[in-house]
């Protein structure tokens, strides 16, 4: 069993920048494919950004340009950089990590971390 734990979201203003970090802990055999998710309220989770274990990224369509996601296999660490922030980007967002080193159904979920953006 593994563990994620998030860390970094808070309240900015909009234009302003984030960075979220999500540390994986437990029975960790293998570097699988991470991701970050959000969830406003009243709204689905929905992809931010995915990144596989040899580094092939995809984003979302509402954050391409302004965010980053990067890992650090060494620390078991992924990391979302998120730039030009808006309101709209306001939600809680999830770690996630494959059971796999490609993307598949499954998989672990972080606790989540609240980003509020001011405007």
């Known amino acids: 069993q593994v563990q994620l734990v998030e860390s970094g979201g808070g309240l900015v203003q909009a234009g302003g920048s984030l960075r979220l970090s999500c540390t994986v802990s437990g029975n960790i055999f293998s570097i699988n494919a991470m991701g970050w998710y959000r969830q406003a309220p009243g709204t689905q989770r929905e992809l931010v950004a995915t990144?596989?274990?040899?580094?092939?990224?995809n984003y979302g369509d509402s954050v391409k340009g302004r965010f980053t996601i990067s890992r650090d296999n060494a620390k078991n660490t992924v990391y979302l950089q998120m730039n030009n922030l808006n309101p709209e980007d306001t939600a809680v967002y999830y770690c996630w990590r494959s059971p796999f080193k490609m993307m598949a159904p499954g998989g672990s979920w972080g606790q989540g971390t609240q980003v509020t953006v001011s405007s």
């Open positions: 990144i596989t274990s040899d580094g092939t990224t």
